[in-house]
């Protein structure tokens, strides 16, 4: 884990998901 980014790596790959669904939503 990074200090500069410690929860920045993983949300990476959440956003994706996050965001198809955000978009299929609409």
């Known amino acids: 884990l990074n200090?500069?980014?410690?929860?920045?790596?993983?949300p990476?790959?959440?956003?994706?998901w996050?965001?198809?669904i955000v978009w299929a939503s609409q």
Request: charge should be negative.
């Open 12 to 16: 990476m790959r959440d956003v994706e």
């Open 18 to 20: 996050v965001a198809r």
């Open 3 to 10: 200090p500069d980014h410690p929860d920045r790596d993983i």
